[in-house]
């Protein structure tokens, strides 16, 4: 990313992440220092942090009290945290949220 930002051929670049990231730790890694001493955020700016709402589970998987380690989900074994955990940590940080899958609920 530090490569392709460095050489200002783009205006934006999008970089998706899977769906159980935290929004916190991708933000960050704009501030950490490569080997050479060099910041991402020395050749790039975050702009913003869009995250996907599948409207068709969203409001189930709040509800869960299922856990990160109960899906496999890349939890360590100290992480407590639930489903609906990160949930909330992806909608909250996010600068914007894109609704998916709104054909499949009803206004209510």
Not at 11 to 39: C, N, R
Not at 47 to 63: A, G, I, K, P, W
């Amino acid at each position: 990313v530090a490569k392709i930002a460095s050489q200002g051929q783009f205006d934006y670049l999008l970089i998706e992440s899977t769906g159980v990231s935290e929004p916190m730790p991708v933000a960050e890694t704009f501030t950490f220092e490569d080997s050479q001493g060099l910041k991402l955020g020395d050749v790039a700016q975050l702009d913003c942090l869009v995250t996907v709402v599948d409207c068709s589970r969203f409001f189930r998987e709040l509800e869960s009290i299922e856990s990160l380690q109960d899906r496999d989900w890349h939890a360590e074994p100290e992480d407590k945290r639930t489903i609906s955990h990160l949930l909330c940590d992806q909608v909250e940080f996010a600068n914007g949220v894109v609704l998916n899958k709104c054909d499949l609920v009803n206004e209510e």
